[in-house]
Structures are given as structure tokens and as C-alpha cells.
């Protein structure tokens, strides 16, 4: 009756390390090429980094029943993890090294039951305008029809990574 799941992740100091020293583009491109490993949320929920360019992210994943609430359908913070990933990272694309970001709101809107019938999902961010200290991005969630699943919009905080110098190395 009991179901199981095993997984394993990598040292996240290391993606954080680089995250400091590298400009967020060049970063999550490492990070897709596997070069940076991923962070651990991603192993825990199971879901990818697959496309990054300047101001767009997109993540993806097939649910399953992991990912369920008590009424048999995936949880709403499975939703919210996919589309705050999307944008925050449309945001980190965005900034030098040195720099990073934090969200301060999600704004999210669950428009759509996810199952394991579902099929594999995708979270598509986008930076919508951008400032020195704020960023505002919204994220759709999408099936593979491209029906729109859940939206959100998020505004993040820029700010200067401490102890990291001019070139964004730490210590500098």
C-alpha cells in the first residue's frame, strides 16, 4: 500500500558560490549545462531548468502522485514553487555579478486541476519591468496543449550580494 521515493542533491554552497561570483545569465546557463548543480528544491520536487535567455526562465516537470494534496490533485504549492522559480530566475537573468534577488510577493492564481494525467507541465517567466532595487516578473503555468494552468506575478528585491566586490567574487 505504501509508496516510496528516493532521491539525492548536491552541495548547495556550491551553486550559491557561483551564484555570487557570475552574472545571473551566465550562471543559470551553467547551471543547464550542468556545470552548477541544481538547487535542491528542484530534486525534491523533481522538476528542470530547460530554456534561460535574458529576462525568461522556463522550468518544467511531470507531476505524480508525490506531488499530491489529500483530494487527489497536485498541491497548490507545487504550483506556486514552478511559477516563483520562473520568475524569480527571469529576474536573476537579468543581473551582473555580484548582485541577486529575493521575492517579495507571489500573486498566484490556480485556473486549473493538475494530476499525473496532466502530462509534463512547464512554468514560463518573464521579467515585465525592472528597476535598480525591484524587479516585477509574472510566470504562467502551462500543460503541454499550452492551456493556461495557473498564473502569478511577482515583485523581487535587487540587491548586492554581501561581501562580494566589484567583479561579484566574495571577499573583494
Not at 521515493?5 to 550542468?34: E, H, I
Not at 524569480?88 to 500573486?107: K, Q
Not at 499525473?116 to 507541465?121: E, K, L, P, V
Request: glycine letters at 12%; charged letters at 20%; aromatic letters at 6%.
Amino acid at each position: 500500500m505504501g509508496r516510496s521515493r528516493t532521491y539525492t542533491w548536491d552541495d548547495p554552497g556550491v551553486t550559491a558560490a557561483g551564484a555570487a561570483s557570475m552574472a545571473g545569465l551566465d550562471f543559470l546557463k551553467a547551471m543547464l549545462a550542468g556545470r552548477l548543480p541544481g538547487p535542491p528544491i528542484a530534486a525534491t520536487l523533481d522538476f528542470t531548468l530547460d530554456e534561460v535567455e535574458h529576462g525568461r526562465a522556463v522550468f518544467s516537470m511531470t507531476p505524480g502522485e508525490e506531488h499530491y494534496n489529500p483530494i487527489g490533485s497536485v498541491h497548490g504549492g507545487v504550483y506556486a514553487t514552478m511559477l516563483d522559480s520562473a520568475a524569480g530566475c527571469a529576474v536573476h537573468t537579468t543581473l551582473p555579478a555580484g548582485t541577486a534577488y529575493t521575492s517579495l510577493d507571489l500573486s498566484t492564481k490556480f485556473l486549473r486541476p493538475i494530476t499525473f494525467d496532466t502530462g509534463r507541465i512547464r512554468a514560463v517567466g518573464r521579467v515585465r519591468s525592472q528597476g535598480r532595487r525591484t524587479a516585477l516578473a509574472e510566470a504562467e503555468l502551462l500543460d503541454a496543449n499550452d492551456r493556461l494552468l495557473a498564473h502569478a506575478t511577482s515583485s523581487c528585491m535587487i540587491f548586492p550580494i554581501p561581501g562580494a566586490g566589484p567583479s561579484g567574487k566574495p571577499g573583494e
